[in-house]
């Protein structure tokens, strides 16, 4: 009797747990391109804030072989799209950087670059950091700080000011920057 039991009950946890897949496998097939949609048009909407004079960004074959062995201390430079004028002509770049060593985990960033290495703009796309404390990285007054360096590396406390008991996102930034301005000046 015992042994008939445990067979219906995994009989029965099998057919919720199939059940349970299915649904679970329609419903990411039904927002997988929703979701993808929405975060393509939040970093074009990035990259429009971070290099405003920009009419459209594009793709270059040999940028994107240079970033396949670029390195950097702390930051990862994911994508970096050249920021053209309604005639063609490249103005800039702007990078998707994801500095790896925040408090709280990694920080995407989108940062635009002129062809004179000024920076043109810092956007912050995702981040983990600490409410009222590294989250601040966000706020306007923070990301303003960057626009008009112009510099092979931003020096935190020198260039711009660290939040305020947030050394570690502060200095993450500072990384993330850095890795996207030396990749520029590897391809300027």
């Known amino acids: 009797m015992g042994k008939n039991k445990i067979i219906k009950d995994a009989i029965a946890l099998f057919v919720i747990t199939l059940v349970s897949g299915l649904c679970l496998g ?9 979701i993808a949609l929405a975060e393509e048009q939040a970093k074009q909407e990035s990259y429009q804030t971070v290099f405003p004079e920009a009419a459209s960004f594009q793709n270059n074959g040999d940028i994107d072989t240079a970033l396949a062995s670029w390195t950097a201390d702390g930051a990862e430079v994911t994508e970096v799209l050249e920021a053209v004028d309604s005639a063609g002509t490249v103005l800039g770049y702007v990078v998707s950087v994801t500095a790896t060593e925040g408090y709280g985990g990694d ?14 703009g810092l956007e912050v796309l995702s981040m983990s950091e600490t409410a ?3 989250a601040k990285c966000t706020a306007q007054e923070f990301k303003s700080q960057f626009a008009g ?11 711009f000011d660290q939040i305020s ?7 993450a930034i500072e990384k993330g920057v850095n890795g996207a301005l030396g990749f520029v000046s590897e391809i300027r």
Do not use: R
């Open 26 to 34: 329609f419903v990411y097939n039904i927002t997988k391109d929703p």
């Open 107 to 120: 920080i995407s960033l989108s940062l635009g670059v002129a062809q004179d290495g000024t920076i043109t």
């Open 132 to 134: 009222g404390l590294g």
């Open 149 to 159: 360096i112009q510099k092979d590396q931003v020096v935190m406390n020198e260039d």
């Open 165 to 171: 008991s947030a050394t570690v996102t502060s200095s």
